[in-house]
C-alpha cells in the first residue's frame, strides 16, 4: 500500500451525531431508512436542493460512506489502482489518501459498465473496511487513512479469485466485521483481522461471487444474519456460523444481486431471471434449538435486478430487471401497479412516506410511497455521468457519487412545506 496523504483530526469528531452520517451500505440501519429529522421537503428542484461542493474523481461502484467531519470515496485509477480517499465534508478537501494494486477484468457482460471497485464500504467510527476487487479486505484507521490490517481471502482459504471480483459490501457489528468473501460468508476480529469462523463455504457458484451483501436481523425471535448466496438464501447464527435455515433461490447465472430485505418474521427477494417470493421464518425446536424452518407464503412473475427496495407500510416499492418501477403488497404478493421504464438501476432512500430515487442515468426522483398509484413528487438531472454508486443522504445533505466525481447537495431548510411535516 501507498500512504499518500494525511491531515489528523480526532477521532471524537469523526463518530459524532450517528444520524447526520451514513456509515455502511443502504445507510445506518442497513435497510435505506434516513432519520426522520430533518425532514425531507416536497421538492428537489435547484431552489430546494442547492448544489454545494463538486469533487472530481476516478470511477467507482462504491457508495460514499459519510461521517461527522468527512467523507469516505473510493476509486479505481489506471485500471490497476484502487484509491480510498477521506475528503472534508465541509469544502471537499483531501484529509488523507491511500492506493494499492488491486484491479481486475470482470467478465465483457458486466465489464460494459466498467473494471473499478465495485464493494461500498463500512465505517465504525474508527476504522473504515475496504473490499477490493480482488477479494481483499482491508482496515484502514479513519482518522489518517494508516493501515492497520489487511486480509486476502484468496490466499488465507486457497479460494479462486471470483470471476466479477467482490462486490459485497462488509457489515460491522460490536467487535466483528462480517464479508461475504472467499467464495464464504466469514467473521472476522475488527482489530485484527483474526478469522472467527468461516460459513457457506460452497459460495453459491460461480467461483462463489456473491452480489448481494448480508444484514443482521431478528425474526421470530431468532437474531441472525441474513445471507443471499448466488443460489440460496440462508440465516447463519452470529455466535457459531451455522446454517440455522437455507432456501434455494432460482436466477440466471446466479444473478441474486439485492439485498433481501425483512417484512415482520419474513423475507423477501427477487432475482434477475428468477421471480418474487415472500418466506416466513419460524421456531423450529424448542427454546435452546437454534434452528428456523421456511416456507414459501407467494411468488409472483417480478424479476428484480440489481436495485435494492424499500419497505413502508406494508408494501415493497423496487425497480425492476424491465426497469420499471413497482408497488408490491407484501402480504398478499399482489403487484399494485408499475411504471413505464427508467434507467438500469435505482438506489432508493426513504424518509416516512418519501423515497428518494438515483436512476443510474443521473436523474434524482423524490416520490410520494402511495400504494394506489405512481407519485412522482419531482425530478431532477443531477449528473450527465452515469450514477451507479448508492445514494446517501444524512443530515440536511444528498450525497451523490457519480463516475467522474462526488457531488454534495444541501435541503434548504426554509422549502420544507407544512405537508412535508407529516414525513412520519
Known amino acids: 500500500m501507498l500512504f499518500v496523504a494525511v491531515t489528523l483530526f480526532p ?13 455502511q451500505w443502504r445507510g445506518p440501519s442497513r435497510d435505506g431508512q434516513a432519520p426522520l429529522t430533518p425532514v425531507w421537503p416536497d421538492r428537489v428542484d435547484e431552489a430546494t436542493l442547492t448544489q454545494h461542493l463538486r469533487v472530481e474523481l476516478g470511477p467507482s461502484y462504491s457508495g460514499p460512506i459519510v461521517a461527522a ?9 489506471g485500471k490497476k489502482t484502487e484509491v480510498v480517499q477521506a475528503l472534508s465534508r465541509d469544502d471537499g478537501k483531501v484529509l488523507w489518501s491511500v492506493e494499492w494494486l488491486g484491479s481486475m477484468s470482470v467478465p465483457f457482460f458486466a465489464g460494459a459498465n466498467g473494471d473499478w471497485i465495485r464493494a461500498t464500504p463500512a465505517f465504525d467510527g474508527e476504522s473504515l473496511f475496504v473490499a477490493g476487487m480482488r477479494d481483499v479486505l482491508v482496515c484502514l484507521d479513519a482518522a489518517n487513512g494508516k493501515e492497520r490490517w489487511r486480509v486476502d481471502f484468496v490466499a488465507r482459504f486457497k479460494s479462486a479469485l471470483p470471476t466479477f471480483g467482490c462486490v459485497s459490501s462488509p457489515l460491522v457489528d460490536g467487535e466483528f466485521v462480517y464479508v461475504q468473501a472467499g467464495a464464504s460468508f466469514i467473521k472476522l476480529n475488527k482489530r485484527t483481522g483474526e478469522t472467527v469462523w468461516r460459513s457457506l463455504e460452497d459460495g453459491g457458484g460461480m467461483n462463489g461471487s456473491a452480489f448481494s451483501s448480508p ?11 441474513v445471507v443471499q448466496t448466488r443460489e440460496r438464501l440462508s440465516g447463519v447464527d452470529e455466535a457459531t456460523g451455522k446454517e440455522l435455515w437455507s432456501q434455494k433461490i432460482e436466477a440466471f447465472r446466479g444473478m441474486n444481486i439485492l439485498t433481501p430485505v425483512v417484512f415482520g418474521d419474513a423475507i423477501f427477494t427477487s432475482s434477475y431471471g428468477g421471480k418474487a417470493w415472500l418466506f416466513d421464518l419460524v421456531k423450529s425446536g424448542d427454546s435452546t434449538d437454534k434452528k428456523m424452518s421456511v416456507t414459501e407464503r407467494w411468488q409472483n412473475k417480478t424479476q428484480g435486478y440489481m436495485s435494492t427496495p424499500v419497505v413502508i407500510d406494508g408494501h415493497i416499492y423496487t425497480h425492476l430487471k424491465n426497469q420499471r418501477f413497482a408497488c408490491i403488497e407484501l402480504a398478499t404478493g399482489k403487484e399494485r401497479w408499475a411504471t413505464t421504464p427508467f434507467g ?14 438515483l436512476d443510474e442515468r443521473g436523474d434524482l426522483l423524490l416520490i410520494n410511497a402511495n400504494p394506489e398509484q405512481f407519485e412522482l413528487l419531482s425530478q431532477r438531472h443531477v449528473s450527465d455521468s452515469p450514477t451507479w454508486a448508492h445514494l446517501a443522504v444524512c443530515g440536511d445533505e444528498v450525497f451523490v457519487r457519480d463516475l467522474k466525481g462526488l457531488t454534495v447537495f444541501r435541503w434548504s431548510t426554509t422549502a420544507v412545506t407544512k405537508g412535508s411535516q407529516n414525513a412520519e
Open 215 to 225: 444484514f443482521k436481523a431478528t425474526i421470530a425471535g431468532q437474531s441472525q444474519f
Open 11 to 23: 477521532l471524537s469528531a469523526i463518530a459524532a451525531d450517528l444520524a447526520a452520517t451514513w456509515p
Open 69 to 77: 467531519d468527512r467523507v469516505f470515496v473510493t476509486e479505481t485509477r
Open 344 to 357: 438500469k438501476y435505482w438506489s432508493l432512500v426513504a424518509q416516512g412516506h418519501k423515497i428518494l430515487a
